[in-house]
């Protein structure tokens, strides 16, 4: 099993940054898929970014650019480093890794708002 927790949301103003932290609970050399995912308001949950454990990361083409993906494995930690966030970037924001069953952090919460 793995739990992740996801930390780093809040209030930013439109053209802000923030950074999102998911901490798991073993090693990331032994989880072999990782990711971002969002869920706004009415809306379905979709992919940020992606990544396998060896590989480099994909990102959805609305956050090309703006979004990107870090990983600590020192601390079992990956990181969403979000820059130029816009009004739409508000979500609900997950972390999620497959291994050998797919696991979901609680999400955290990132307004963009002025």
């Known amino acids: 099993q793995v739990q992740l927790v996801e930390s780093g949301g809040g209030l930013v103003q439109p053209g802000g940054s923030l950074r999102l932290s998911c901490a798991a609970s073993r090693s990331l050399y032994s989880i072999s898929d990782m990711g971002w995912y969002r869920q706004a308001p009415g809306k379905e949950r979709e992919m940020v970014a992606r990544?396998?454990?060896?590989?480099?990361?994909n990102y959805a083409d609305s956050v090309k650019g703006r979004f990107t993906v870090s990983r600590d494995h020192a601390v079992n930690t990956v990181y969403l480093q979000m820059s130029s966030l816009k009004p739409e970037d508000t979500a609900v924001y997950y972390c999620y890794c497959y291994a050998d069953g797919d696991y979901w952090g609680q999400g955290t919460q990132v307004t963009v708002s002025s």
């Open positions: 990544f396998k454990r060896w590989g480099s990361t």
